[in-house]
């Protein structure tokens, strides 16, 4: 008997396609632009696109020419945190970890091949302030996404990222030969740390939170890349700890 699984409803992919474009753009799209991104035909475009600003999912500009997420799209992702039993734990655990290292940390989420950041707590000394919570970037540029995709094997880490893989700075890894070996050594080290790939000026360590497995979710530190050897180290244990104690404490609750 056939186990193949049935057809995308297409009005409901294109709905889904068409939020996520307009959530990853960081300006609001004319119908001709999210035409061109996602290639559907302008008659369904426009009808999805009145459908979308009547039910507040898309806003549009004093023009109506352009189109940008809208407030119904906040209130999915909010009760998507709120009903995360992971997450208060998690969230105590990054206000522990910046207390005692001092820069900005982060619980975040493998989402295919991006990671998806859930919660940040930023160095009270940080004076700008990037908000992080709800963004999500590729999974290979970033210390969370590459030590949850170590995760993984190589063939499922090379099933799962696109190619070619994209660069966000001169620094990031786009070859899957040389991104493999990385991994490899997360596995051994049981850390991941990446210098200026994804952000210019800065690094990051991180390590899995081993509640799942495979585990899904990591934490990290973001810190100024010219840090000394020791204090990384400092950094590094400190993170260990803490996300070790996080890990026992979830599978204590009996969270999975």
Known sequence: ????????????????????????????????????????????LHALMRTLVELNWVET???????????????????????????????????????EIGQT??????DGAHVLYLATRESREADHVIPRVGRRLPAHVTALGQVL?????????VALLP????????????????????????????WSYEREQ????????AVAVDYRIPATDAISCSMPAGLPPAEVERITESIIKHTRKLAATLRREGIR
Do not use: N, W
Not at 63 to 74: K, M, Q, V
Not at 105 to 110: D, E, Q, T
């Open 198 to 205: 994804g952000t210019p000026g800065v690094a990051c360590v």
């Open 163 to 190: 190619a070619p893989l994209v660069a966000l700075t001169e620094h990031t890894i786009t070859d899957l030969t040389k991104l493999t070996g990385e991994l490899d050594q997360v596995r051994t080290r049981g």
């Open 61 to 99: 500009d004093s023009a109506r020419s352009a189109f940008g997420i809208g407030p119904h799209a906040l209130l999915t992702g909010t009760a998507y945190l709120d009903k995360d039993p992971a997450l208060p734990f998690a969230q105590d655990c990054l206000e522990d970890l910046r207390d």
């Open 1 to 44: 008997m056939s186990m193949e699984q049935p057809p995308l409803v297409k009005s409901a992919e294109r709905t889904v396609r068409i939020l996520e474009t307009l959530a990853e753009s960081h300006d609001h799209l004319t119908l001709s632009e999210l035409q061109q991104r996602t290639g559907f035909p302008r008659s369904s």
């Open 149 to 157: 995709l170590a995760q993984l094997t190589d063939d499922e880490v």
């Open 105 to 110: 940390v982060h619980f975040a989420r493998r």
